[in-house]
């Protein structure tokens, strides 16, 4: 656009704005007309610019200085943040300093002769403390800064962290902690192929909560003969974990498992002053007056009733339940009670015997270690000695029976006959608060299974 274009726009600008003051509806119009006009003349001169197709493409090559060095004693010079490398692995019974630094990727010689000497740091790899989680922190030199290791306490209530840090000097030093376990909730779910265990195995159960699930439905459910493939389950258990690592699983808080078709449920609930058990989401206590058995998931090698007898031959009646298990195996009392003797006898070896309600009576024999005395009070579920091969018996194994009124019962029918406990009314409320919840976290479990078969 020209200097007198320009100037001519300026003077028509003025003259407009005169006279917009006195005839304004007039001048509007026009103004109109006006602007109107000069967008098509903008419009028209446009295509007057060189096309950028056209342009003259020019390549610059500047040639840099490579020789220049930084100069690190310079105030604006940057420094080089130090490299720290973190890896995590857990302790294996055959272990040594060296062969845990080194699938740690820290081949330091001197904190493998530190871990080999330390007093403190000798504890992490005692003979036969595998599974401990197990962190360092190394330089770009592979050489240790810290290492952090945690393993249960002795009364597995809280936990020990050991830490083995480079000081100032170059030296290594170390100290135990001590620190409090905290329970969060971990959901799973599986559907059975062949057995419990193998299905709890495949969903990455820990065996102790695969025991535990076991136990609950044990009342109902005949683990050894009545699963069938299809039949699934989900539970909702405590993981037990320091410094956010698990380091043992705890209780189960609740499952469900459908059997041939049949669902059955349990919650645990307790409270301060009330002995804790596990309950339907009814209310109605899956805890019965007596566990199906003695010891926690064993194989019952023979049943009651007639068989041949191992050591005197010809058929014999078999009064009781042989449980197959290794000596030392834990064995508990099936039922409250007091204890009506506890010794040797005869063929029965170290046996003892455990009154219950309504003159009923439970006999456990040939165990190699008697834990309870004459007349003491013990509660259904408690250890009372170790299974063993003690009077007549020609292999580990614990014979139970159950007397009613003198009378042998079939032991393995005496649990799914006894009754259940109810929740007590005045903790009603507070049970379908709980229940209410933990339904909630198994349907979360159910789901996961779900997404994955789909």
């Known amino acids: 656009m020209t200097r007198s274009l320009l100037h001519t726009l300026a003077h028509l600008v003025d003259a407009t704005s005169q006279s917009l003051s006195r005839h304004p509806r007039r001048i509007m119009g026009g103004l109109g007309v006006l602007l109107l006009g000069t967008g098509v003349t903008a419009f028209g001169i446009a295509p007057l610019a060189p096309d950028a197709s056209d342009l003259p493409v020019r390549q610059v090559i500047e040639a840099l200085d490579t020789s220049a060095q930084l100069d690190i004693n310079s105030p604006t010079a940057l420094p080089a943040a130090p490299l720290?490398?973190?890896?995590?692995?857990?302790?294996?019974?055959?272990?040594t300093a060296q062969s845990l630094l080194q699938r740690l990727g820290v081949p330091d010689s001197q904190a493998q002769a530190f871990l080999r000497n330390d007093p403190l740091a000798r504890q992490l790899l005692q003979a036969g403390r595998a599974g401990r989680p197990v962190s360092v922190e190394a330089s770009d030199q592979?050489?240790?800064?810290?290492?952090?290791?945690?393993?249960l306490s002795a009364d597995e209530r809280g936990f020990t962290r050991l830490v083995v840090e480079k000081n100032p000097q170059g030296g290594l030093s170390s100290r135990l902690e001590q620190g409090a376990l905290t329970a969060s909730a971990r959901l799973a779910s599986g559907v059975i192929r062949s057995s419990l265990f193998a299905a709890t195995d495949e969903a990455g159960i820990p065996d102790p909560v695969a025991i535990q699930l076991a136990e609950m439905f044990s009342s109902d459910i005949d683990f050894r003969r009545d699963l069938r493939q299809g039949d699934r389950f989900s539970v909702v258990y405590e993981s037990l974990e320091a410094d956010g690592e698990s380091l043992r699983t705890g209780r189960v808080l609740s499952a469900e498992f459908v059997n041939d078709g049949k669902e059955r449920e349990a919650v645990w609930f307790e409270e301060p002053g009330h002995k804790g058990g596990y309950y339907g989401f009814d209310g109605q206590s899956s805890r019965r007056y007596y566990l199906?058995?003695?010891?926690?998931?064993?194989r019952v090698s023979s049943g009651y009733?007639?068989?041949f007898h191992p050591i005197t031959g010809g058929r014999k009646a078999h009064m009781g339940v042989d449980y197959a298990a290794p000596t030392g195996t834990p064995v508990r009392t099936i039922g409250d009670g007091v204890v009506e003797f506890a010794g040797e006898q005869r063929g029965y070896g170290n046996v003892i015997y455990i009154k219950h309600r309504s003159n009923q009576m439970t006999v456990?024999?040939?165990?190699?270690?008697?834990?309870?005395?004459?007349?003491?009070?013990?509660?259904?579920?408690?250890?009372?000695?170790?299974?063993?091969?003690?009077?007549?018996?020609?292999?580990?194994?614990?014979?139970?029976?159950?007397?009613?009124?003198?009378?042998?019962?079939?032991?393995?029918?005496?649990a799914r006959q006894s009754e259940s406990i109810p929740v007590p009314p005045a903790l009603r409320q507070r049970f379908d608060a709980v229940a209410q919840m933990q339904r909630m976290q198994l349907d979360a479990a159910a789901s996961i299974q779900q997404a994955s078969a789909e």
């Open 84 to 95: 720290v490398l973190f890896r995590s692995d857990t302790t294996r019974r055959d272990d």
């Open 142 to 151: 592979q050489q240790l800064l810290r290492l952090t290791a945690r393993w």
């Open 292 to 298: 199906a058995s003695p010891l926690e998931f064993s």
């Open 305 to 307: 009733g007639m068989r």
């Open 364 to 414: 456990y024999a040939h165990l190699s270690r008697i834990g309870v005395n004459k007349g003491q009070r013990v509660e259904q579920g408690q250890t009372i000695g170790a299974v063993g091969s003690t009077g007549a018996s020609t292999g580990p194994h614990l014979h139970l029976e159950f007397r009613d009124n003198g009378v042998h019962v079939d032991p393995l029918s005496i």
